[in-house]
C-alpha cells in the first residue's frame, strides 16, 4: 500500500459527459502528479500542483482541468468525453519534486 | 518522439537467474532516474532510483547501473523469483529543476519461470 488513495477504482460513462476523479496524496506529501495510461501510449504526464499551486503541465488536454485544495487532495475533471479518453488514470505524490513518486492503485475510465 | 526508450517489450528468465533490463534516454537534462514495478490492476511500485552523479545503487536483489556517456541504464534483479514477474518501467526527470514530473518508457514486461 503506497498510502496514495484514489476514487472512484472503475468509472463508465457516455461520451460527452463530465466526471471528476479524485486523489488523496500520502500523508506529508505536497506535490500530486496525474497520469494517463492507455494501451498504445504508456503512461503520461498530465499534470502537476504543489502545495495548491499548478507547478507543470505535459499532455493535458484542454477539456481537462485539476486542481488541488487547501488539505492537499487533489481532483482530477475530464469534460465532453471521448472514446479515446478511455485509460487508467494515476495519481502519484511526493515531498517534493525532487523525490521519488508513490503511485495510487489508479481509476480505470470507460467511456462508451 | 520518446526521451525514455525500453526496446524489450518482454523478457524471460529462470528462476534463480540474473534479469537484466535496459533503458535508454535521449535527453540530457534528466538527471534523476527510477525503476517501477507494476502488476496488472495495480499502480506503479517505486523499486529504487539513482542519481546522474553515481552509476551504481544497491538496494536488496536490485542494482541499477547508469552509464551517462551511453544514456543508457540497466536494472539487475538477482535471483530472480517468481513473484518478480511484472511490468517495469523505467523513468527520468529533472531532479534539479523545478519541475519533476516523470517521462516514462513504455515498460519490459518480464517473466520468470520456476
Known amino acids: 500500500d503506497s498510502g496514495v488513495t484514489q476514487t472512484p477504482k472503475h468509472l463508465i460513462t457516455a461520451t460527452g459527459q463530465r466526471v471528476t476523479l479524485r486523489c488523496s496524496p500520502r500523508?506529508?506529501?505536497?506535490?500530486v502528479y496525474w497520469y494517463q495510461q492507455s494501451l498504445d501510449q504508456g503512461l503520461q504526464f498530465l499534470i502537476q500542483?504543489?502545495?495548491?499551486?499548478?507547478?507543470a503541465k505535459g499532455n493535458i488536454l484542454e477539456r481537462f482541468s485539476a486542481q488541488q485544495f487547501p488539505d492537499l487532495h487533489s481532483e482530477l475533471n475530464l469534460s465532453s468525453l471521448e472514446l479515446g479518453d478511455s485509460a487508467l488514470y494515476f495519481c502519484a505524490s511526493s515531498v517534493d519534486h525532487s523525490h521519488e513518486q508513490y503511485f495510487g492503485p489508479g481509476t480505470r475510465l470507460t467511456v462508451t | 518522439d520518446q526521451q525514455v526508450k525500453q526496446n524489450s517489450p518482454s523478457l524471460s528468465v529462470q528462476e534463480g537467474r540474473i534479469s537484466i533490463l535496459n533503458c535508454d534516454y535521449t535527453n540530457s537534462m534528466f538527471d534523476y532516474f527510477l525503476w517501477y514495478k507494476k502488476y496488472p490492476a495495480e499502480g506503479p511500485t517505486f523499486l529504487i532510483s539513482i542519481s546522474s552523479i553515481k552509476d551504481k545503487n544497491e538496494d536488496g536483489r536490485f542494482t541499477v547501473f547508469l552509464n551517462k556517456s551511453a544514456k543508457h541504464l540497466s536494472l539487475h534483479i538477482v535471483p530472480s523469483q517468481p513473484g518478480d514477474s511484472a511490468v517495469y518501467f523505467c523513468a527520468a526527470s529533472e531532479y534539479g529543476g523545478s519541475q519533476g514530473n516523470l517521462i516514462f518508457g513504455k515498460g519490459t514486461k518480464l517473466s520468470v519461470k520456476p
Open positions: 500523508s506529508g506529501d505536497l506535490s
Open positions: 500542483y504543489y502545495n495548491g499551486e499548478e507547478r
